[in-house]
Every structure is written in C-alpha cells, then in structure tokens.
C-alpha cells in the first residue's frame, strides 16, 4: 500500500522516491540471509552512505544534506519498513554523529564528512551492565594521564560494537551525578578498547549490539566532546532526537505488517470468501490502519517542533512510546491474521513480530517514557 503523504518540496519527493528504491534493489534481497546468518551488513550502509542517506538532518559544510527531520524520519520510516536492523543502525548512526556535529572542536569537526558520508561508522557507548535506564549515575570512569584520559569500564548493548569505526565514550571524569559525565571520542583502534562477542537476540541479528571493554583505554585529551561535565547533557539532546527515529523505525514496522495483513486478508479465502470481509477480522484490520496512522501523526508533530527550533522533548518521548507500543500490537495482531501462517518464518511478520519488542526497550524504555512524560506534567 502507498503512504499518503504531504511533502514540503518536490525534493522531498524525490528523496523518498530514492529511499524506496534503494530499498527495493538493495534492501529487500538481503534481509532473509542477513538476519538469518546474523551478519553485520556493514557494505549495505556505506552503500546508503554513498546515496547520501546517513548525513540527512546535518548541515551541508558538514557534509550532509540538511534535510528537516520530518524529511528524515520518514526516510527512516521506508527503510524500516523492509529491514528493520538496516533503519535502526541508520538511526544510531545518526545518533552518533550529533556529538562531534553539534560540540566538537574544530579538529574533530574534520572528520564529519567521512562520518555523515557513512565512510566511517560511529557507535554510542552510555549504556552500561550494571545501569542502562540510570544513565546519570554511570561509572566507567576517565583520569587524566599526561596528554591522554585512561579509561577503565565495559559499555553495554553497543550497537555497530566492534564494527564502528569511532566511539562516542560517555565516561565520568568528576564526581557523582550527571555534571561528572563527560564525552570522549574514540577511535576504534585505541589500546584497550575491546569489543566483545556480539549478543544473541531474539531479533534484529543482523544488528546485533555487543559490550566494549575499556581496560586502561588511552584516548588523546583534545578527544574531549564539548566541555568536561557537558557529557550528560550531550547524551541527553541526542537521545531527545534518537527517540524519534526509533519511533520512525517503528511506524515504518507498523506499516509494513499492516500492509502485509492487509494483502493476506484479501487472498485467503476461508468459508467461501476473503477473510477480510469476516467483521472478526476485518475489524483487526481497521484498528491496525488507525494505529499506524496515529503514530506517524504524533511522529510528525514532535518532529515539526524539532524543526522549528521549538522544545520537542516530551512530544518525542509520547510518539516514542505510542509508536513502539503501536508497532508491537499491530505486529501480534498481524501474526493473528495469518494464524498458523504468522508463526512460520516463510512470512515476514514472525520476524517483524519479534524485532518490535526491542523497539519498546532501546533509547530509553517505554517505562521511562512514561515517567518523563508524567514529570512533565506533574511539575
């Protein structure tokens, strides 16, 4: 099924035209095998990288495209749409471009083409074993050492962990809380750091985050992102803008089992007709439509906000939460269409299905959502 979609420019237009077809020729003929095997598709983002697709929201004299981020999500959102592990690493490389974007030195300023033309793949290291909603009170750990920090602690849940080529190191380097969180930037072939084995997860193998072990992990002080004890803060803006592409990525999960249903509806017959006329499901069907629909609404919103250079923090935690809850219903309730179909890997929903629940938990969980929203609200 085709998207409605009001467009601000005719560019707009061609790039989501260009979204698709990459998607088609580059996308839709690997997934299976790569998720199957759980092999990274690094080739398959500097291709993307190559078409421009990994720089969209920055500025041009970066070397990006300068695209809004309404623009970009829905990019995200196509993508998503028919490989969810390629959208999410998209997003988070994204993410990890912000820092350097927005704080960084001059020096470090340099390498932002190499970065946003996907020559160089970047990962965000905040989470760790021990804390991954409780970011503030993180405890990996940098000193001064000469003209280096030493680093000493194990990020979690990396995502690109052991194929990124640079690391966004959130790491204390003064005393408890958030104003002793500072960024580093590293480069992946620093003494001491050290990626693991990559984790098995239920879905999203071709993606699949691993730990970085810092032992002693010696990265130049002029690596430093910003000002010492601006880290958190880092962290935080980027996540406010990460939440929405997580929350792109799920519209776009969302749609694509819809769609998938809904085609599967109109060709099974049951009882002398489509299932879909049965008001059982076709119900499920409508319900499903109207949730994606919503979503995308409430993306879009927080994303216009974004743009206008109006606060956007609570509107990206809501379309978070709605549009991940929204991808993770509409995927259960596409499995259930299909019956005994939807449970086999030879249809796509059995994946989707099982990528959505990850989608409820990355950049910040729905519960956190929800308590960010109900401050906001309660003072």
């Not at 074993?129 to 920090?149: E, H, I, K, M, Y």
């Amino acid at each position: 099924m085709t998207v409605d979609r009001l467009l601000p420019t005719p560019e707009a237009h061609d790039l989501l035209d260009l979204t698709r077809e990459l998607a088609t020729r580059e996308l839709a003929g690997k997934v299976d095998d790569f998720e199957a095997r759980g092999e990274f598709p690094r080739e398959v983002l500097r291709t993307l990288g190559r078409a421009g697709l990994l720089g969209l929201p920055y500025a041009e004299a970066d070397g990006g495209a300068a695209q809004p981020y309404e623009i970009y999500l829905q990019v995200l959102e196509i993508l998503a749409g028919t490989w969810l592990g390629i959208a999410e690493a998209v997003s988070v490389h994204t993410l990890s471009c912000f820092p350097v974007a927005g704080f960084g030195s001059e020096r470090q300023r340099k390498a932002l083409p190499d970065m946003l033309g996907g020559e160089l793949l970047g990962a965000y290291c905040l989470s760790e074993p021990q804390g991954g909603s409780d970011a503030a009170n993180l405890t990996t750990r940098a000193v001064p050492d000469g003209d280096d920090w030493l680093v000493n602690g194990t990020k979690a849940w990396i995502t690109h962990g052991g194929y990124a080529d640079f690391y966004n190191l959130f790491v204390r380097t003064g005393g408890p809380g958030p104003k002793g969180i500072s960024c580093l930037l590293a480069d992946a072939g620093t003494p001491g750091l050290l990626p693991q084995a990559r984790e098995r997860l239920m879905g999203l193998r071709s993606s699949a985050p691993a730990q970085i072990v810092l032992e002693d992990a010696r990265v130049p002080h002029d690596r430093l992102v910003g000002r010492e004890g601006e880290g958190f803060a880092i962290a935080m803006q980027a996540l406010d803008a990460g939440r929405l592409g997580i929350a792109a990525c799920a519209v776009g999960l969302a749609q694509a089992a819809t769609d998938y249903a809904v085609a599967y509806a109109r060709e099974r017959e049951q009882f002398g007709q489509p299932i879909g006329r049965f008001q059982g499901v076709g119900f499920m069907l409508a319900d499903m439509a109207t949730q994606v629909s919503a979503a995308r609404a409430l993306l879009l919103a927080a994303a216009r906000l974004k743009d206008a250079g109006r606060p956007f923090s609570i509107e990206a935690a809501k379309a978070k939460l709605f549009a991940t809850d929204v991808a993770m219903r509409v995927t259960t309730d596409a499995v259930q269409v299909l019956g005994g179909y939807g449970y086999s890997a030879d249809h796509p929903v059995e994946r989707w299905f099982r990528e959505a629940k990850v989608l409820q938990i990355v950049e910040g969980t729905n519960q956190i959502q929800r308590m960010v929203i109900a401050r906001s609200l309660t003072g």
